[in-house]
């Protein structure tokens, strides 16, 4: 561990970065650049035809000895090459040499069917989404998601829509098996509509710049400033580096500039507070198997691993206590990382794609497709339609397990309203609800009922009946009934 800080800033504000001299600071356009410059002419040529007879080494070596001595002659017309606004017209006179290079990326769905995609080396996760939703003819309802999967140590991550594809990828291992998954997250920008739900008041703490209450509003606004910020605290597992079942619980606090944990009890003075993580140089991931592969007390850890490739002795693994615990620190942690840019890229799909509208798709080979950068996408209503017809069949899963569930409702986001229905496996002719409230995933068995030699379906012990299970979840998604909130959000697996 690091030795304890000297002192710790109650307000550290983001650098401030130094403007590039511009060009007219820089003499480059000086009034009459000819008047310091002189280019030398060099001498012509001599034809072939015209050559002496042949020199031997000693003498070609002391006729450019003499060649190198003739004084230099003062270019007559400086300004036809010595201009530095030459350049600049012969760059926009000639057309371009090169265009952007292309690579071929593969991304997968949760049923493990792959795309093979060919895209420029600047393209960005929101336009591999919009690629995928154009070509599948998927209903944009803004949670698509591009995600970073590394199987050898358990990890994943939400890429943020602004990243570079490419960038990503370049960060892999050789010999390491990763993916990028392409699916849903409806929580992608939840705390930008209710604030309240990832923030609760016991994790906390405002500056003391800051008098009198404050709502979740304004806090959400203090992370996006860079001179003052809300201080979010509370207990973590932290595990030593280098030993697999070593973990012990601290008391941590977030800051603008970094993750620091106490090594007294709840004390925030600085010589008690370590520095523990900064995140300009990392990625921060969610474990997917922690117990197994970590030894975590808990299933709700998250670390930090740097952008570079690395092991598992790189991360700096942590652990929460409950999933209301973890999504804060997650959600504190993004929103101090990346500031207004995640809340521009929640704005941009309500201000027009920008360059993702520009986006069109043209063949390549038999299951590739390639990413151009012009014109403009259409969709057919027939397409759109056909998605429709389809959607009330895509929340049913035939045969999967109650943690298959809840690992899909959470991958895809644990926002109030997400379901499925699936076959009970405890009783083989009834079928359960699982929905995500409250940062919670819920399950609710539906009962099948017999009357009058009609089957019907229910969840109230049959106060209110069903004939078949689409006609119950459209009842639901219009009206609460017994359950805790609406059916909002479907979590389908989707193909490819």
């Not at 304890?4 to 001299?21: F, K, M, Q, V, Y």
């Not at 480059?28 to 012509?44: G, M, V």
Request: net charge positive; aromatic share 10%; hydrophobic share 35%.
């Amino acid at each position: 561990m690091a030795a304890p800080l000297p002192h710790l800033p109650r307000s550290a504000g983001r650098a401030a970065e130094t403007p590039a001299p511009s060009q007219e600071s820089s003499g480059d356009l000086a009034p009459f650049p000819w008047l310091a410059q002189r280019a030398p002419l060099l001498p012509p040529a001599v034809p072939h035809s015209q050559a002496g007879p042949r020199l031997g080494p000693d003498r070609i070596k002391k006729k450019e000895l003499d060649v190198l001595a003739i004084p230099s002659i003062p270019n007559p017309f400086p300004e036809l090459c010595c201009s530095p606004l030459s350049s600049v017209l012969s760059a926009s006179l000639l057309p371009k040499a090169t265009s952007r290079k292309k690579q071929v990326i593969k991304v997968y769905s949760e049923d493990d069917t792959s795309r093979a995609l060919e895209v420029p080396g600047d393209v960005t996760a929101r336009d591999v989404c919009q690629l995928l939703i154009l070509k599948n003819h998927y209903v944009d309802d803004h949670s698509w998601t591009l995600f970073e999967h590394l199987p050898r140590i358990g990890l994943e991550r939400m890429i943020e829509d602004h990243e570079l594809v490419i960038e990503v990828q370049s960060n892999w291992g050789i010999e390491e098996e990763n993916r990028l998954y392409f699916r849903k997250n409806y929580a992608k920008y939840e705390f930008f509509k209710h604030p309240m739900n990832y923030f609760p008041e016991h994790m906390v703490s405002l500056s003391s710049e800051t008098s009198g209450m404050i709502g979740h509003t304004q806090i959400l606004q203090m992370f996006l400033s860079s001179s003052t910020y809300p201080e979010i605290h509370g207990y973590l597992h932290a595990k030593e580096q280098g030993k697999k079942s070593s973990w012990k619980k601290l008391y941590f606090l977030l800051r603008r500039s970094g993750l620091y944990f106490s090594t007294k009890g709840t004390s925030k003075e600085p010589r008690h507070l370590q520095f523990f993580s900064e995140f300009s140089s990392s990625d921060m991931y969610m474990s997917l198997a922690g117990k197994k592969t970590s030894g975590t007390p808990a299933n709700y850890g998250f670390c930090f691993k740097p952008n570079k490739a690395g092991g598992v002795r790189d991360l700096k693994q942590l652990c929460a206590d409950d999933e209301q615990s973890r999504t804060c620190w997650m959600t504190a942690i993004r929103l101090l990382k990346y500031g207004m840019q995640l809340y521009q890229n929640y704005m941009q799909p309500y201000q027009g794609r920008g360059g993702c509208s520009s986006l069109t798709i043209s063949p390549m080979r038999k299951g590739c497709l390639r990413l151009n950068t012009h014109g403009s996408p259409t969709t057919s209503q027939s397409a759109t339609s056909s998605v429709a017809i389809h959607r009330t069949q895509l929340w049913f899963h035939h045969k999967i397990s109650r943690d298959e569930a809840q690992r899909l409702i959470l991958q895809q986001g644990l926002v109030d309203g997400v379901f499925l229905v699936r076959d009970s496996q405890s009783n083989p002719k009834t079928f359960v609800l699982s929905m995500s409230h409250g940062l919670k995933i819920k399950h609710f068995q539906i009962v099948p009922l017999e009357d009058d030699g009609k089957l019907f379906y229910t969840l109230d012990d049959g106060h209110t009946r069903f004939t078949d299970l689409i006609q119950l979840v459209e009842f639901y998604q219009l009206n609460k009934g017994v359950l805790p909130c609406k059916l909002k959000h479907y979590c389908a697996r989707i193909a490819l």
